[in-house]
């Protein structure tokens, strides 16, 4: 490959040995004390500097050969990504990741890089002419890392041991340099030797053999030495130190299990199958496991559920299980063939590049795929399969592509894809699953035994080279590109696979095929037509072969078409003709055959006159590219497909069809398959599912008890009375996986009033109460918590009424609820008493409790997601209580909330949590970009721009995924809440390039961002000058209209103060930065009155920030008196900004929130509402949901005229008081001045039927009716009042305090 020489060039030296000793670890303080000593190579004979990698750690001296101390400097640019000034004002996430691409790379091993750049003195260069080997020990210690090292130190009473007091490794990709100096990258394997000092009650568990451990002469510490004979990579060096238990596997010696004290019992049952797992592996790849021992650290609070590094495997404690545990033993054994199939690829063979980390990734999760095949049965591998597929596709459709090798193609993401610290931990998980999904492409085109063959001579080459001694290139072949793959294929199969490199690795993007058929019954032929969509987001344009399997009366039949256009017509001949009223069994494509009742068939063909044979077509069927298929043929083919087909696929594929098609066949269908023992569970579990929405869909004419409520009591109902369940066996495992679904499906149902039916509710809780589990070998643990997760599903929002005040009046809970709540407190302090495994029953409790606070059955407090959330409680709750926080935050927009959460990602000691909490905050952020919401605020970006600037450069993982959150509010550019800075520079004639300060508001700025097409309305009002005095600034003043008509240049001072200032503005839409969302973004437009002329200017986007529809006040365009206040509130009326400069009074607009329709008076209303506590009013919506916090306190302010506020932060605050809000004369007003302006209004085609005046011949008063009376222009502007609360304000005010400018938006 193009890599292959280049670290090589870059790297005038080369690694053989490293020495890593830990000699002292303080678990109280969280640090570390220690040394390494690197054995390079020189490579030239003039090498005169080393550069390598570390992070986090203090380094006292180096010496080279232990006698001579060399000079060294540390740089780590990462720390703060973005350091130019001008830069970092924007808080554009374009120059964040630009900045950080560069900073990393500047420091990245595969480029010749590092942080701690080492001259080699003087002494040395004798040595290194001569080409020997130098030495070079480093002196370190660690102190509290932020990442790379985790110390677990319970807060209670007793020894460190006693507690369980522990600390481990961990990475997110190359991440040693973390807590330990090296070369950290995988194209530099070395021999090691590894030795780690700890206290007498611990254990040390590292990489390699363990030769001896030595004790102190105190007794009181010993020191574990061990050493990895394989050439290993530094990434894949890791430790972990507890007071562990020590189980060595009774089936293969070489292999120990550890865990934490107390867990020895199920650490013993959870490992008891692993040597399975090594047998399969080595049969099939014929080779033997590459090293001579395996280790498994079962440790708490892990980064990840396994981490596998060279000779062992960090777990989670959590994945530990006992024998009565069912659902988690499946996820288990997973993991833990994942790990053992990681020591062949990703350990002992590993990348050489970045670019190159498809192979071992995908080729570990293939040999993965293999052994669920063969433990779980190929229905869960197809399934699993599926399921990947389907991921991967969801996320390039909105993402855009995946590209596993980005050296050819690295752009099209906000982010940079050639190093793993700048990649989004989103993409990089559907990263791993794409390139499982390639591997299995690649079997496809090569065969799998051919491809198995490759793996084993990779393996055997790998064996081969890590038995050499130190040579330059001895242990290149333990490096793994994508050319020597390439080499290697067309050795074993003779096979060129490069085109196929070129149009699935090299570029990102899946196909979409849509496809349809017509039967000719003259030609006896299938005319089938097949279409690809390459226009939207992540689609690729697929050329070659494309199978297609048709199933006819006579047997299943495949064909290979090859694709070449995107729409291609091909006809297929039908091997057999309809037959009617004759009985015969059909085959199968597995062979089997089988009786089908062809009525339905019939019955259409004798409506069409069609006579076809065809049963169901399918595409694609062994999931052999990466695509969506959209595929369109009648119900009734769905509903053969599903009831004879074998393959699970296909007929989960037939399942989600048929949600289209509500008909009591499809039912019929649904209900066979789901009773139905042949099926595999997990399609029984989809019929389930689908049949409720069907059942919901033909309420009006379903007939009989609730769906499914008779398929559950024959199942699972006593003998003597079925309305009570029999004692729980879960001894057969298809039902017990039923008997959770069911209740789970029979919960969607909903009646005509879109309630869940009594019954349902009824049975649901005679399931709690009949639950016996007495004489069950297995815990209900899950299935307790899955019938909790059934009564959340049945709650529908509550009815609420809304008073004028804001205040909601919810009526008594419904005796069904009433039910549910008490059941969840039941569950709930049961589990206080006996907690269940990993308290499942909580995790489901907390998700109902939140489903009744958002339908309105329950206050909408955060508090007791709070308490759980809080560290020390365990993780699965942990998590579903921040899940409920997110979703709280989302619902109430509630600032104190998303900050605390915030503390959690930046400060949690649990970085798993911290990683989780940002990915639901990205999945679920509170606001997407160009929305309105309170939320969208200046000091949360600056919150935010300080985590990924910053705060967190330790932890990519993390630091990226705050980038996500970041992204998905605010977009690539520069947050539209923010100010502009002072230095901002707008050009107002393109041609002249001629700059000015934009707070300075001139008549050229005029009709600013103004579409031809859109309608200008304005606002006229007389604005006299405020009392207080200003602060005169050049460039904040603006110069009205003086009494002798003098104009002022846009870049001249002012001339003093204004007397009168008509502003008019304008929102418009059709504006989207940069492509980056179909959310229309706002512009203003801003006419500025005084003149009789108007001028335009239009701006670009790189020089003007945006204004959306969230910060309808930008500093950039009002002068200084008229911006919005962002600061404190001040007694004396005035604000004061966060510069330190003192702005005048403008006294806000007490209204409802913006985008509220529900909050907002009718204008039917002619009585002022009560004020009321905001806080305590929540409207419903229209789907029964609360409603962000609005309120109408202070709609109708009492304001005096004497009386002052601070304009309050946020978007949603509207701009007018009582006090400055035209009142209902405005007649007089306006009127009685002549000059006053008038509003300027595009003519439109009237198409009502009375006439209009025309504009010369009506009068100033008329013109003001048809603008504030408008009851089509104020309802549908959130920011204007509407009549009846213009005319409902005190006339007492207007004259008694200065106005302030009318704004109307569009």
């Known amino acids: 490959m193009k890599y292959d020489g280049r670290v090589e060039a870059q790297r005038s030296y080369k690694l053989a040995h490293q020495v890593l000793c830990i000699k002292a670890i303080n678990f109280i303080k969280q640090s570390l004390i220690g040394y390494v000593e690197l054995t390079i190579y020189p490579l030239r004979a003039d090498l005169k500097s080393v550069k390598l990698n570390c992070k986090q750690c203090r380094i006292y001296r180096v010496l080279i050969n232990d006698k001579w101390e060399s000079n060294f400097w540390y740089n780590d640019p990462t720390m703060e990504a973005v350091q130019n000034e001008d830069q970092a004002r924007q808080k554009s996430l374009d120059h964040f990741e630009k900045a950080y691409e560069s900073a990393v790379s500047s420091v990245n091993p595969d480029f010749g890089n590092g942080e701690v750049f080492v001259k080699l003195p003087a002494e040395s260069m004798s040595t290194i002419a001569d080409m020997q080997p130098i030495r070079i020990n480093i002196e370190f210690s660690l102190e509290q890392p932020d990442a790379g090292l985790h110390f677990v130190v319970p ?22 340099r973390l807590w330990f100096p090296c070369i950290d990258t995988y194209a530099e394997p070395c021999t090691w030797k590894l030795e780690f000092t700890c206290e007498v009650a611990m254990t040390a568990v590292s990489c390699g053999d363990l030769l001896e451990v030595v004790y102190t002469s105190d007794r009181r510490h010993k020191t574990y030495h061990y050493y990895m004979s394989t050439p290993t990579s530094a990434p894949n060096i890791a430790v972990a130190i507890g007071p562990f238990e020590t189980l060595v596997d009774p089936n293969m010696h070489e292999v120990t299990h550890f865990c934490l004290p107390h867990l020895k019992s199920i650490l013993k049952h959870t490992t008891s199958y692993l040597h399975e797992s090594f047998e399969f592996y080595e049969e099939l790849m014929s080779s033997r496991y590459p090293y001579s021992c395996y280790k498994q650290v079962f440790i708490d609070e892990s980064y990840e559920e396994a981490q596998s590094f060279a000779t062992m495997t960090i ?26 199939a990681q020591q062949f690829f990703g350990c002992f063979i590993v990348m050489q590049t970045w670019c190159d980390a498809w192979l071992p990734k995908g080729i570990a999760a293939y040999l993965t795929q293999l052994f669920v095949k063969k433990t779980f049965g190929n229905n869960e591998y197809r399934h699993d399969i599926a399921q990947y597929l389907k991921e991967v596709e969801q996320y390039e459709a909105v993402a855009g592509g995946i590209v596993l090798d980005p050296s050819f193609n690295s752009k099209g993401m906000y982010f940079s894809c050639m190093q793993p610290q700048t990649m989004s931990p989103t993409y990089l998980e559907m990263y791993h699953k794409k390139a499982l999904l390639i591997i299995r492409m690649l079997e496809a085109r090569i065969g799998a035994t051919l491809l198995l063959q490759v793996f084993n001579k990779l393996q055997a080459l790998a ?29 074993v199969t003779g096979k060129d696979v490069q085109p196929f490199i070129d149009q699935w690795v090299c570029q990102g993007g899946f196909a979409r095929f849509i496809g349809n058929f017509v039967f000719n019954r003259k030609r006896n032929v299938v005319e089938l037509e097949i279409r690809q969509d390459n226009t939207a987001k992540g689609s690729l344009k697929y050329v070659g072969p494309l199978e297609v399997t048709i199933q006819e009366l006579d047997g299943s039949f495949n064909h290979i078409f090859n694709i070449e256009e995107n729409k291609t017509k091909f006809e297929i001949t039908c091997h057999s003709k ?29 409506i069409m006159g069609a006579d076809s044979p065809v049963l169901w077509l399918r595409m694609d069927k062994d999931m052999h590219l990466l695509r969506s298929v959209t595929w369109e043929q009648p119900d009734y083919m769905w509903q053969y497909q599903l009831r004879y087909e074998r393959d699970v696929v296909a007929q989960i594929e037939a399942i989600h069809a048929l949600r289209q098609f509500a008909s009591p066949a499809t039912r019929r269908a649904l209900t066979d398959v789901l009773e139905c023992e042949q099926a595999y569970y997990k399609v029984r579990i989809e019929a389930g599912m689908c049949l409720a929405k069907i059942a919901n869909t033909m309420v009006a004419s379903w007939a009989g008890p609730p769906a499914m409520l008779m398929i559950f009591r024959k199942m699972f109902g006593s003998h003597s009375c079925p309305s009570i369940v029999r004692q729980n066996n879960f001894s057969n495992f298809q039902h017990y996986f039923l008997i959770k679904a069911i209740p789970l499906a029979m919960s969607q149902l909903r009646n005509m009033h879109n309630i869940c039916p009594p019954e349902v509710v009824r049975f649901l809780l005679d399931l709690f109460k009949y639950n016996d589990n007495s004489k069950n070998k297995y815990s209900d643990n899950y299935y307790r918590a899955a019938l909790i997760d059934a009564l959340a599903a049945t709650v529908t929002p509550a009815v609420t009424t809304v008073t004028i005040t804001g205040q909601s009046i919810n009526a008594d809970l419904s005796s069904d609820t009433k039910s549910i709540l008490e059941e969840l407190t039941r569950c709930l302090n049961l589990e206080k008493l006996l907690p269940c495994y990993r308290h499942s029953v909580t995790v489901s409790c907390l998700r109902a409790i939140r489903v009744l606070q958002k339908f309105g059955h329950l206050p909408s407090d955060p508090s007791i997601f709070r308490s759980y959330a809080q560290h020390g409680t365990f993780r699965d709750v942990r998590l579903v209580a921040i899940e409920a926080l997110v979703d709280f935050i989302k619902t109430d927009v509630n600032m104190s909330e998303l900050y605390w959460l915030l503390g959690v990602v930046e400060r949690d000691q649990d970085r798993y949590v911290s990683y989780e909490t940002i990915q639901m905050l990205s999945q679920k952020p509170p606001f997407h970009r160009g929305e309105e919401s309170l939320l969208n605020t200046e000091e949360l970006v600056e919150r935010l721009w300080k985590l990924i600037n910053s705060t967190l450069s330790s932890d990519s993982r993390i630091r990226c995924g705050v980038a996500d959150f970041y992204f998905a509010m605010f977009g690539r550019y520069r947050p539209a809440c923010l100010h502009a800075p002072d230095s901002f520079t707008v050009y107002s004639n393109v041609k002249e390039k001629k700059p000015y300060n934009p707070a300075i ?156 329709s529900q909050s907002r ?3 039917d209303s002619n009585s002022s509402p009560t004020p009321s506590d905001s806080s305590q009013s929540r409207p419903l919506t229209a789907s029964g949901t609360v409603s962000g916090p609005t309120s109408f306190q202070g709609l109708f302010s009492s304001t005096t005229s004497n009386s002052s506020a601070s304009y309050l932060p946020g978007p949603d605050t509207p701009l007018f008081t009582s006090a400055h809000a035209p009142s209902a004369d405005l007649t007089t007003e306006v009127t ?42 104020f309802a549908s502007s959130p920011m204007v009042p509407s009549v009846q609360s213009v005319t409902s304000m005190s006339s007492n005010t207007r004259d008694s305090a200065p106005s302030s400018p009318d704004f109307e938006v569009i």
């Not at 038995?467 to 994508?482: C, E, H, I, Y």
């Open 1232 to 1273: 009685g001045d002549p000059s006053g302006h008038r509003v300027k209004k595009k003519k439109k085609k009237n198409k009502h039927k009375h006439k209009h005046k025309h504009k010369h011949e009506r009068s100033e008063k008329d013109r003001l009716k048809e603008r504030v009376g408008g009851e089509k222009m």
């Open 315 to 340: 777990f989670s404690t959590s994945l530990l299980h006992s024998s009565r545990i069912i659902d988690q033993t499946i996820i288990t054994r997973k993991y833990m063939a994942a790990g053992i």
């Open 463 to 491: 064996f081969a080279a890590s038995q050499q001694k130190f040579m330059a290139t001895a242990w290149n072949n333990m490096l793994l590109s994508t050319n020597s793959f390439l080499k290697i294929i067309s050795t």
């Open 1001 to 1156: 508001v001139s008549e050229t700025l005029t009709d600013m961002f103004e579409d031809e097409d859109d309608d200008i309305m304005g606002f006229t009002s007389s604005m006299p000058l405020p009392s207080t005095p200003m602060k005169s600034e050049p460039s904040l003043g603006v110069a009205g209209p003086s009494g002798s008509g003098v104009k002022r240049k846009a870049e001249s001072p002012p001339r003093g103060q204004p007397i009168k200032y008509p502003l008019f503005l304008k929102q418009e839409s059709g504006f989207s930065l940069g492509g980056e969302s179909s959310n229309p973004v706002k512009k203003l437009k801003i006419t500025i009155g005084g003149s009789s002329t108007t001028e335009e200017s239009h701006v670009s986007r790189q020089s003007v920030a945006m204004v959306t529809q969230a910060d309808l006040m930008p500093p950039i365009l009002f002068p200084e008196f008229l911006r919005p206040f962002r600061g404190s509130e001040d007694s004396q009326g005035g604000s004061s900004r966060p510069g330190g400069r003192s702005e005048a009074p403008v006294l806000p607009y007490q209204g409802v929130a913006r985008g509220d």
């Open 578 to 606: 309809s037959r009617r009223n004759k009985k015969k069994k059909i085959p199968l494509l597995t062979g089997e055959e089988v009786d089908m009742d062809l009525s339905a068939m019939e019955a259409i063909n004798s």
């Open 1161 to 1163: 008076l009718s204008e």
């Open 155 to 176: 807060a209670v009473d007793g020894s460190l041991a006693e507690t369980g007091a522990h600390m481990f490794s961990y990475r997110h990709e190359n991440s040693s």
